[in-house]
């Protein structure tokens, strides 16, 4: 069983577009998160949600919108997509500030 | 920014030798945390070491965290071909719900 998974695993869209990434995590983790992991392997949080709840945003533009429908998901919409929002897309989760666990990754492509 | 740093950037040494990875970091921290990263993949959680410890074991890796000069240095010995891979120093940030990553170090076990 995958305890952080998320789809897709490759997105290539043309810019203007207006995609989604969806992760699920099975392990009963309150705090859920989404990091960008630049083309020089540098790894930002971009938002962290506590029980459904937004706690963190890391001045990332409004075009992107995390959305936790439980606290079991923490899905991510990013709208007219830009070239610079090329890059991997990591979610993890953690409880109790413990150890993360993050997912595969979403390779975004924008052309 | 809270951004930590790492160094060396890269390292490339022979297999059976003993590799060291450091981390520096400017707040106060809850833990921190080192991650792997195979190419193309997720990142692996390692080791967390807490604030008020000084050094850990787990298997052939030592970490030691001096909080006075906010660094952490990670020691794999006897290394192998498989443990080529980049490797992520992460700060549990005190008052703040989120993992804050260093550059990486890129490690390559030759042969």
């Known amino acids: 069983d995958t305890a952080v998974s998320q789809t897709p695993k490759y997105l290539v869209t043309q810019m203007g577009n207006d995609k989604s990434i969806k992760c699920e995590q099975n392990?009963?983790?309150?705090?859920m998160y989404w990091y960008k992991q630049d083309s020089k392997k540098f790894l930002k949080i971009m938002f962290s949600y506590n029980n459904k709840e937004l706690i963190i945003n890391e001045t990332v533009p409004n075009r992107f919108s995390p959305k936790s429908p439980d606290k079991a998901h923490l899905n991510l919409h990013i709208n007219s997509l830009e070239l610079g929002d090329s890059a991997v897309y990591f979610c993890?989760?953690?409880?109790?500030?413990?150890?993360?666990?993050f997912g595969q990754g979403t390779r975004l492509t924008v052309v | 920014s809270q951004q930590g740093e790492e160094d060396p950037q890269a390292l490339s040494i022979q297999e059976g030798e003993n590799a060291t990875m450091n981390c520096s970091y400017k707040t106060s921290i809850n833990n921190l945390q080192w991650y792997r990263q195979n190419s193309g993949r997720g990142l692996v959680h390692l080791i967390l070491i807490r604030s008020n410890e000084r050094e850990k074991h787990s298997g052939r890796l030592r970490v030691t965290l001096d909080t006075s000069k906010k660094s952490s240095s990670l020691l794999i010995t006897a290394s192998r071909a498989a443990d080529t891979a980049s490797y992520f120093c992460?700060?549990?940030?005190?008052?703040?719900?989120?993992?804050?990553f260093g550059q990486g170090t890129r490690l390559t076990i030759n042969p």
């Open positions: 392990l009963g983790h309150d705090t």
């Open positions: 993890a989760s953690s409880q109790d500030r413990a150890e993360a666990f």
């Open positions: 992460a700060t549990d940030v005190q008052g703040a719900q989120k993992l804050v």
